[in-house]
């Protein structure tokens, strides 16, 4: 495949820089300093996207806080994946005529998937009138420069540009987290799974170099990440646009090379993908890439998986899971599944009941499928009520719920080297190395370190130890 992908370079980003200054000029006669609250929705793409869109703001000035009473600026980073995700957006932006009127000199911005759907920018436009700026994840790197021509001139810009995507590196960041990082090591999707909007959205599969990718690996492992996670809607498909292809496993092997104290994880795969080599690589790097693989299988059913252009059917799925295990043994292995995929029969979800007897997922993300604007799957003959998909989904739920309790009861007596990595209103938190959540407590001296935990108990959700 050729890379068609543009390259955003070193003197375009410093044109962003310079809109940063302006802006920041503009700020530096205000009364306070002004304030920023970013609001994302979503995945972790997301979450990383969020990280940047901050870095920008803070070269423009701006502090941080999750108040929108106080905010000078709200930017909203959006996800598009599921109706009652765009729900939940648009009503918080309607709520925002609210503080804004409170507050007229407030700022609205609207950014991320939804902004890139066309349908959605109209409604936007000509019904939430308090939204100033909007732009899609492919004009995220212009933001300063967007925000300045809202700043300079008053007018409200929309920003949607249609592209197969571009990459652009140098984008100052501003990370949420002390232990735990992001690093995007691709952007974009191919695959066109017939329920999913993200292709449309996020544009085509494009590989970050290699060089880029470790090079910021080595830095987070420098400033003393201890957690870091490599991002992709399909991270298996990493480097095939590349000049020189290198593949995932290699990528992964590179940054299990560098020196430090420190557990990569990786996600999304696709099965299709989902190479032997990689789990071959898994094995041979135990101590420095985390046992857990999150494999989205989504349907047990061949006729429903071939509907949704998912390319594996149920017996390759489940011999990547049993291939998986075999190098990995104690690997922690997750899945999304979609519940009520437009003409699934009650027989074939039967077929997913089964899939999860068989591999028992230590977690599973559990969806009801929302028809997307502009996909295949929305044209489809639905004829199952909303009531038979959420019995199914209910039962679906019940059934993994007590699957995980089991396995996660397996853990008592146990003691497990763990990354203690924050703290909320119940204690400590930490994460095994497959990821499953651990609630301890002790002193906050213990945040950013590895320890051995010994584990007394367990529910459905996470596991309870004391310090070994
Ligand atoms: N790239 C990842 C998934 C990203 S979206 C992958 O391929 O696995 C996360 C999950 O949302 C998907 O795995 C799927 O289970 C769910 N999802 C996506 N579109 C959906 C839709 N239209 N309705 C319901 N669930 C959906
Ligand atoms: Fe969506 Fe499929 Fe791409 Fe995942 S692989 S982002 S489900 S189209
Ligand atoms: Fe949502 Fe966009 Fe991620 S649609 S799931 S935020 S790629």
Known sequence: MKRETTQIGPAQIAAQMDYCMKVHAMNAGMDHTPLAMVD?????????????LRGYLSEMGYGFTDDEHEADLVLVNTCAIREHAEQRVLGNV????????????????????????EHVAKKVKESY????????????????????????????????????????????????DGVKAWVSIMYGCNNFCTYCIVPYVRGR???????????????????????????????????????????????LARAAQIPGEFLLRFMTSHPKDASQKLFDTMAAWPEKIAPCFHLPFQAGSDRVLKAMNRVYDRAGYLDKVRRLRAAVPDAVIT??????????????????????????????????????????????????SREEKLKEFQRLVERQDQISEEKHAAYIGRTVRCLVDGKDEKG???????????????????????????????NKWSLFGEQA
């Open 40 to 52: 994302t929705y979503g995945c972790q793409q997301n979450e990383a996207d969020s990280e940047r």
């Open 94 to 117: 309607g709520a925002l005529t609210h503080t804004k009127r409170a507050n007229p000199n407030q700022i609205v911005c609207l950014c991320g998937c939804m902004a890139q759907e």
């Open 129 to 176: 009138r308090q939204v100033d700026l909007l732009f899609g994840p492919h004009a995220l790197w212009r933001f300063p420069e967007l925000l300045w021509r809202f700043r300079a001139t008053g007018k409200r810009v929309f920003e949607r540009t249609e592209e197969p995507g571009s990459i652009a590196e140098g984008i100052p960041v501003v990370r949420q």
């Open 205 to 251: 599969e494009r590989s970050r170099k290699p060089e880029d990718i470790l090079a910021e690996i080595r830095g987070l492992a420098e400033e003393g990440y201890k957690d870091i996670t490599l991002l992709g809607q399909n991270v298996n498909s990493y480097g095939k646009d590349l000049d020189e292809p290198m593949d995932f496993a290699d990528l």
């Open 335 to 384: 899945s999304d599944v979609i519940v009520g995929f437009p003409g699934e029969t009650p027989e074939e979800f039967e077929e997913t009941m089964t899939l999860i007897e068989e591999v028992r997922f230590d977690a599973l993300f559990t969806f009801i499928y929302s028809p997307r604007v502009g996909t295949p799957a929305a044209s489809l003959p639905d004829p199952m």
């Open 428 to 458: 400590l938190t930490a994460r095994t190395p497959g990821n499953r959540l651990v609630r301890l407590t002790g002193g906050e001296s213990l945040i950013g370190r590895f320890v051995p935990i010994h584990i007394t108990g367990a």
